[in-house]
């Protein structure tokens, strides 16, 4: 089994190209997986049937596992029997008919206008770190894009004069709009800031951290949380916090579905319609708290 899991991991990193993210998971539930197969000797990986799987798989779900990790573990079951089925090590997928356990959609949590601007105040730009700072959260909520991108992001990604930014993901480019506050907050902090922060000239990074090296997704993490702190807002913020909330107050104010899946980089429109339901949710909030009637 482990010779397997160790040939799968090469496939996923050298063939498949798999994130660093993706990667981890599917290995971690492979392990699990492997270990339970060891652990109570109900079968090896080549003689294991579709009543083994279910089996485990409920096991996961007795065990306290949410409906999304199960689901998760389905799906690397199944890749991890596809891929032996190539090698000839087994003839069908014992996973192939394992029916995943559905898993309710939450709809992700957005900020208010209110408490997005509240956020956008705290940098203080009376040093490097708060004029940098400052730049990254106005960049981040006026574009939409992941913190992979923003760290990844080059001084030769950003337009000034033309107000927008180049962004590059899974070798797709787009551009994507700024609005004033945004190009004002980048221009103080590349013109005056940038050049005192950089280890070297060399460095190409938009944004580094205070040794002068190319920010962190970590580092950029615990900035954020910083200022959640200090903008003592309640909700729990990320990074993605800001790219749903860009999309949802870009909604709610008349953009339409196609232009935001181009600014956000979703291959499919499904993956924007989920926004739609926020904007509505939001519509019904404010109905049912301002409405006399409700």
């Known amino acids: 089994m482990q010779d397997y899991l160790k040939k799968y991991e090469e496939y996923l990193t050298t063939e498949k190209n798999a994130s660093a993210n993706t990667l981890s998971s599917y290995m971690r539930d ?3 997986y492997s270990d339970y197969l060891d652990r109570t000797g109900a079968a090896d990986i080549v003689n294991a049937d579709r009543d083994v799987i279910a089996e485990y798989l409920e096991k996961l779900t007795e065990a306290g596992k949410s409906a999304a990790t199960v689901t998760r573990s389905v799906a690397s079951i199944k890749s991890f029997y596809a891929y032996l089925i190539t090698l000839g090590v087994v003839e069908t997928n014992p996973c192939k008919n394992v029916t995943a356990v559905k898993v309710e959609r939450k709809l992700p949590q957005i900020l208010t206008g209110q408490e997005v601007e509240l956020l ?68 103080d902090y590349i013109q005056n800031i940038r050049p005192n922060m950089i280890a070297n000239e060399q460095e190409t990074a938009l944004f580094v951290n205070m040794n002068g090296e190319r920010m962190t997704r970590q580092g950029f993490w615990k900035i954020i949380k910083h200022y959640q702190e200090k903008a003592q807002i309640e909700k729990d913020i990320t990074p993605h916090t800001l790219r749903h909330s860009f999309a949802t107050h870009l909604l709610e104010n008349g953009a339409d579905l196609k232009s935001i899946q181009e600014m956000l980089g979703h291959a499919d429109i499904s993956s924007t319609q989920i926004y739609a339901q926020l904007a509505n949710q939001h519509l019904k909030d404010v109905y049912n708290k301002y409405h006399p009637k409700a």
Request: glycine share 8%.
């Open 30 to 32: 492979l392990r699990q």
């Open 120 to 187: 956008l105040q705290q940098p203080k730009c009376t040093d490097m770190k708060g004029y940098r700072d400052k730049a990254m959260l106005e960049l981040l909520y006026a574009t939409g894009i992941r913190v992979t991108e923003l760290i990844s992001l080059d001084e030769a990604n950003v337009n000034l004069g033309a107000g927008f930014i180049r962004c590059f993901s899974k070798a797709k480019e787009r551009i994507i709009p700024l609005y004033p506050g945004a190009i004002k907050a980048l221009t």
